[in-house]
C-alpha cells in the first residue's frame, strides 16, 4: 500500500505545506530564476572543511585509531575521466572486518556535489565512531556493545570532481566533474524522463553506469553485500526509502519494518520533522535510475535508504549554498548532532534485529520485529508465495479449460447424435413425396 493512502487529514495537510516548500526549491533545482538579484551566501570556512581538508582529516583519524579504522582509495576511469573515492571501513576490532556475522552497513555521503553539510555528517559520524567525539546521553559501554556486532563502510565525499567545482565557485553544481547526476546513473529505470525533467539537473549520462564513481559504488555493494544502505543528501528533510521511480513503497512485512525504522528515528531524534515515505511519493516528483532503487531492487539490500537531512526551502533559488547547507554555526551543530544520534540508533536497531532480541527491549511498537534472518527468510519466502500464488491460478485455469473442453465435446456428441436422427427421420417424407 502506498505512504498517501495511509495518511489522516493533519498529514495531508502537512504534505500540501511540504510540497509547496519543494515546489520554491524546485523551481531552484530546474534553474528557474525568481526574477530578483537576491546575494548568494558563499561557503562558510569556519564552519565547513573543503573536501581536501576532510579527507586530510579522515585519513589522520584513520591513522590515530588503526585498531578500527581502515582506509582505501578506489579509482576508476571512463573515456578519459576519472574519479577516486575515499572508503573508511569501521570495525570495532579491525581483525574482525571480513566477520560475516556482522551487521554490514554501507553510507554514502557528497553524491551531490554542493551539499557539503553531508560530508561534515561522514566525518562526525567517523569521529564518534573512533571515540574521539561523544554522543550526549549514550552510554559507551551500551554504544559498544552495539558496535561489536556491525561492520561499517563509509564513502565521505562520492563525487569529489563535483565537490571541487563547488569549491572553485560553482555554489549550485550537484553533478559529477563532467555534468552527469550521480542519482540518475544506476540501472533501474535508467534514462526514463518525466514532464518536467531537467537535461542539465538530471543528466542521466550515456549509458547506466557510464559514470566511474557510480561503478565504485556499485562494486562497492556488491563486495560488502551491506544490510543497511544509506544514501545521505540535503536539500530537505526527509527519511526516504524506496521506491523513487514510482510513487508507492515495496508491498509486505519488510517495508513495513523499513518505514517503522524511519518513524523511530524521526520521533525520537528529527523532532519528527522528516517526510517519511517512498522517495518517489513523497516528494511530489519521479526519480528515475536512482542509487536507492538500485541497492533495494537489484542488490537486495533489506534497508535501502535516501537520507535528507538539512534544507532551507526559503532560501532564495540562486543561493545554493544557504539552500542545501545551515549557514550559522547553531544550525551546523544541531544538525550534526540530531543527525548523528540518529544514525547511532538505526545501527542499535540493525543490530537489535540481527540479535534476534525481545522487542520489549526497545519499544512496544516494535513487537512484529523479527532478526535479520528471519527476515530475510520471510522475505524470500514472501516473494515465493508470491509465485506459488500465481502457480496456483495458472493451475486453476487449466483446470477450468479441462472442465469447459469436456463439456464442449459432450455437447457436440449430443447435437451430432440429434441433428443425425432428425435426418434419419425426414428423409423417408422427402423420397415418398418425390414418388408422387
Ligand atoms: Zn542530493
Given amino acids: 500500500m502506498g505512504f498517501r493512502r495511509r495518511l489522516n487529514p493533519l498529514s495531508n495537510l502537512l504534505i500540501l505545506a511540504y510540497l509547496v516548500r519543494f515546489a520554491n526549491h524546485f523551481s531552484f533545482a530546474y534553474g528557474k530564476s525568481n526574477g530578483t538579484q537576491d546575494s548568494v551566501t558563499p561557503i562558510n570556512h569556519d564552519l565547513y572543511h573543503t573536501s581536501g581538508a576532510l579527507l586530510e582529516e579522515i585519513e589522520s583519524l584513520v591513522h590515530r585509531h588503526p585498531d578500527k579504522l581502515s582506509i582505501e582509495k578506489i579509482s576508476g576511469k571512463n573515456k578519459g575521466y576519472e574519479a577516486e573515492m575515499t572508503v573508511v571501513t569501521y570495525c570495532r576490532n579491525r581483525k574482525e572486518n571480513d566477520d560475516r556475522t556482522k551487521l554490514r552497513i554501507l553510507l554514502t555521503f557528497g553524491q551531490h556535489a554542493r551539499e557539503l553539510i553531508t560530508t561534515e555528517l ?20 551500551t554504544l559498544n556493545r552495539t558496535l561489536d556486532r556491525l561492520v561499517i563502510k563509509v564513502v565521505p565525499v562520492e563525487n569529489l570532481n563535483g565537490r571541487k567545482l563547488v569549491e572553485d565557485g560553482e555554489l549550485c553544481e550537484r553533478r559529477n566533474g563532467r555534468g552527469v547526476d550521480l542519482n540518475r546513473n544506476w540501472a533501474v529505470d535508467w534514462g526514463k524522463k518525466e514532464k518536467d525533467y531537467d537535461p542539465y539537473e538530471e543528466n542521466p549520462g550515456t549509458g ?7 561503478q565504485i559504488m556499485r562494486k562497492l555493494s556488491v563486495s560488502f553485500e551491506p544490510h543497511i544502505w544509506v544514501n545521505v543528501h540535503s536539500g530537505m528533510e ?45 516528494v511530489g516528483y519521479l526519480a528515475h535510475g536512482t542509487a536507492t532503487d538500485y541497492m533495494y531492487d537489484i542488490a537486495r539490500v533489506p534497508m535501502a535508504y535516501t537520507f535528507e537531512i538539512y534544507g532551507d526551502l526559503k532560501a532564495s533559488s540562486r543561493d545554493c549554498f544557504k539552500m542545501f547547507n545551515p549557514i550559522d554555526i547553531t544550525s551546523f551543530n544541531s544538525v550534526l548532532n540530531d543527525w548523528s544520534a540518529a544514525f547511532f540508533q538505526m545501527f542499535t536497531i540493525g543490530v537489535q534485529q540481527m540479535n534476534g532480541l525481545q522487542p520489549k527491549a526497545i519499544g512496544s511498537s516494535f513487537d512484529n520485529w523479527v532478526s535479520i534472518d528471519d527476515y530475510l527468510n520471510g522475505y524470500l519466502m514472501h516473494r515465493k508465495s508470491r509465485y506459488g500464488k500465481k502457480m496456483e491460478v495458472l493451475d486453476l485455469g487449466l483446470q477450468e479449460i479441462r472442465t469447459y473442453f469436456r463439456l464442449f465435446l459432450l455437447s457436440s456428441v449430443l447435437l451430432l447424435f440429434m441433428f443425425c436422427s432428425r435426418i434419419s427421420k425426414s428423409t423417408r417424407p422427402i423420397v415418398s413425396a418425390m414418388a408422387l
Avoid: Q, W
Fill in 208 to 214: 547506466p553506469f557510464s559514470e566511474p564513481e557510480t
Fill in 238 to 282: 526527509a527519511l526516504f526509502m524506496p521506491y523513487d521511480h514510482k510513487n508507492t513503497t515495496p508491498e509486505g512485512i519488510p517495508s513495513k519494518i523499513m518505514k517503522s525504522m524511519l518513524e523511530k528515528l524521526n520521533h525520537f531524534h528529527l523532532k519528527d520533522h522528516c517526510l517519511i515515505g517512498s522517495g518517489g511519493g513523497s
Fill in 122 to 141: 561522514a566525518l562526525r559520524l567517523l569521529s564518534i565512531l573512533s571515540e574521539e567525539e561523544f554522543l550526549p546521553s549514550v552510554d559507551r559501554s
